[in-house]
């Protein structure tokens, strides 16, 4: 995203005291010690413990209200050579937690398969067609993984023909659960796991460690897994803290070193050649796996995820290498068309909402056009398609906002409808369309405030450049994996100027050569910032705020700034 001058930067605090008593036991640069304390970590001993991340550190799956029903009724399936069936939601988080489950129990028994509801057919979470189908098919038991948790009538039709369901959901039941044998779910009230913010693999992570513990296995059996729970990890946007980080560091570890046969098909047919971050899951791992249930059937990225052979892996990643092609170029057909309906009428730029519908456009992807319009325009966001004649919408909200609860106050228009703050989903009669819209845009503008309407970058700490060196970037790194609640430092430097060497690269990207009067010069790049040029050819000072990051260009590595935004000095 560019960063228009109107963006807010906001410097976070923390206590001077604290800062520096952890300088002292720690003895390194008082800023790390700063970041540090951002994320609660006070003394030596939770440092230690933060920056040398423990499989140890991983809680007891059976402090999970329902776990050791689950697991019994597991046992008793397998015991009795009962069908079981492995069933997810179509997203990354989704097809991820089924391999992951799947990919286990194949191993130690042999009549367990896996179902991924159709997107376009079936729609979101438990379906009727597949509960039937389940039926047909002599399936008892079902597993279901991140969704379900709201299904209660489905479920108690599946439980009317004799089919027990077992759920591992991770987001907010309603006031009433589903009549399942089990109910595996953190956020549930009466749940007392100690962590709430697993991913839906995550979650069944969880089942197949405590399957594996109650049988006494050896723990390798459950952490070759865990190169699947990283990708959901990073690609659902969880936070990476507690658990999630233990999962997240040697779910890395295992994608870098030695990645399943179908991640690694994904790895080698993209081109990534560098060390695996979060965030090449989210823009080149994720994108792909999602890319088959949105253009087409998800089930194959699960064939992909749980394949052992070489070329049939290469086989199904070249699939959805091929969707994921097909889907950039839709979603980037339609969010042009999008910004076009908007910035061609006045009334829709003078609005604090964009609603904007088009029977035409491809469900798969308006999520990402609502991410994307969002980002432009910066302001509550949903885009609405036709599909099987109901209006289906994904909602995406500025920081600050929830998007959520102000779907909620439309609700006498919507038929269903879910999510979260920041993004939800919502389908409705296409003749409520109208009203729908004029709803949205009076309950945001009571709600929203002009300040939620300015982007807004969060900046760690100022830095000077002469700190910025291959030591202090070596500690950084160790806060990693970064991600929710643990983002990659943004650092602010003031009184920069430019050395005369700085440039416009490639289409519209800034190439910066700068240094501080008592520092070297230091390079940094700016995508889509070719307009900022002007400003720092003019010789004056400016402010910068940026990550530090390695390029590695040609087998040679340097560190170089990634800059967020620029403005003129004050002083």
Known sequence: MVIDSTTKWVIKDAEEKQITQLQKQLKIHPVICKLLVQRGIYTFDQAKKFFRPSLRELHNPFLMQDMDIAIQRINNAIYYKEKILIYGDYDVDGTTA????????????????????????????????????????????????????????????????????????????????????????????????????LSGCGIGFKIVQAYNMFHRKDASHVFDLLDLVVVSIASDIVPIVNENRVLAHYGLEKLNNNPSQGLKSIMELSGIKNTLSISDIVFVIGPRINAAGRMDDATQAVKLLVAIQNERANDKAAILQKHNTDRRVIDTDITQEAVDMIIENAEQLAKKTTVLYQPHWHKGVIGIVASRLMQRFYRPTVILTLSNGKVTGSARSVNGFNVYEAIKECDEYIEQFGGHMYAAGLTMEEKYVDAFIKKFEKVVGDTITDDQLIPEISIDA?????????????????????????????????????????????????KLNAKQSDSFAIKGIGYG??????????????????????????????????????????S
């Open 98 to 197: 089924v391999a992951t489950v799947y990919s286990y129990f194949k191993k130690i028994y042999d009549d367990v398969h896996f179902y991924i509801p159709n997107r376009y057919k079936e729609g979101y979470g438990v379906s009727t067609i597949a509960i039937d189908w389940a039926k047909e098919n002599d399936f008892s038991l079902i597993i279901c993984l991140d969704c379900g948790i709201k299904a209660i009538d489905k479920i108690a039709y599946a439980k009317e023909i004799g089919i027990d369901f077992i759920i591992g959901d991770h987001h907010t039941p309603g006031e009433e659960l589903p009549p399942a044998v089990a109910v595996l779910d953190p956020k549930r009230e009466d749940c007392n796991y100690p962590f709430t913010e």
């Open 462 to 510: 100022e830095i000077r450049f002469k700190d910025i060196n291959e030591k202090f970037f070596n500690i950084i790194q160790q806060i990693a994996p970064f991600g929710p609640h643990n983002m990659r430092p943004v650092f602010m430097a003031k009184n920069i100027f430019d050395t005369g060497y700085s440039s416009i690269v490639g289409e519209n990207h800034l």
């Open 529 to 570: 910032m070719a307009d900022k040029y002007d400003l720092i050819k003019e010789g004056q000072a400016f402010d910068l705020c940026f990550t530090i990051e390695e390029n590695t260009y040609r087998g040679n590595s340097s560190l170089q700034l990634n800059i967020k935004d620029l403005k003129p000095s004050e």
